[in-house]
């Protein structure tokens, strides 16, 4: 069984970029990618390095996208899949419905440290869409809809931390963020400068059609 939480800082250091995939600790000294200087995981570290081939940089390329976004495999295949049947370039529909997921949008919006904290904040049912509890975090967050946090929810100590730490910063242009209300409204579809820069969706699209 594919397990969907493994050691995160090793993710980074394979993918030989930061992935911030645990949220403040990334941006300060206690970062595992930064002390070991970026190094490989492995016992053997520099000295595995070796040419890629066009094939490998592909696969990289596919395994950085879903592991910034926290997907399995097969889900990460559906997407790619549905985005191919969409009007649009695939490359960027693919990048959009990922952007569009709810724990995405939670985290971008500033209520969490991490994509994985969001993805827990979802579960545990804090978040409402369109007045609606969901909690289903790969819940695609159409233009035009309200997310808020559960009144309940309001004073949580992770959402109170992160918007404080975060203060809107990073918020994309394709959302308005209501702080003090605990609301986020996406106002239209994400597009390509304001999604994530470090993923190269042509070199995905190149991997799925092999």
């Not at 995939?21 to 995981?41: M, V, W, Y």
């Not at 399995?72 to 990922?98: I, S």
């Not at 106002?187 to 092999?210: A, K």
């Amino acid at each position: 069984m594919a397990n969907p939480h493994p050691p995160v800082c090793r993710l980074c250091r394979r993918e030989g970029v930061k992935l911030f995939l645990k949220g403040d600790k990334c941006l300060g000294e206690r970062c595992t990618f930064t002390k070991r200087n970026a190094t490989p995981p492995g016992m053997h570290g520099l000295s595995r390095r070796r040419r890629i081939s066009d094939y490998g940089i592909q696969l990289r390329a596919k395994q950085r996208g879903r592991r910034i976004f926290g997907v399995l495999e097969t889900q990460f295949h559906n997407y790619f899949d549905a985005a191919a049947t969409r009007k649009g370039v695939t490359g960027t529909v693919l990048l959009q419905m990922l952007e569009q997921r709810l724990d995405n949008v939670v985290y971008r919006a500033g209520f969490a440290s991490s994509r994985r904290e969001a993805r827990q904040l979802v579960s545990h049912r804090h978040f409402k869409v369109d007045g609606r509890t969901v909690n289903i975090p790969a819940f695609q967050v159409k233009s035009g809809q309200v997310i808020t946090v559960r009144e309940r929810s309001r004073d949580l100590e992770p959402i109170r931390r992160s918007l404080e730490s975060r203060g809107g910063q990073g918020l994309p242009g394709w959302m308005t963020l209501y702080p003090d209300e605990r609301r986020v409204d996406v106002t239209r579809l994400p597009e390509r400068p304001e999604m994530e820069t470090s993923i190269d969706e042509q070199l995905i699209v190149e991997y799925y059609s092999r």
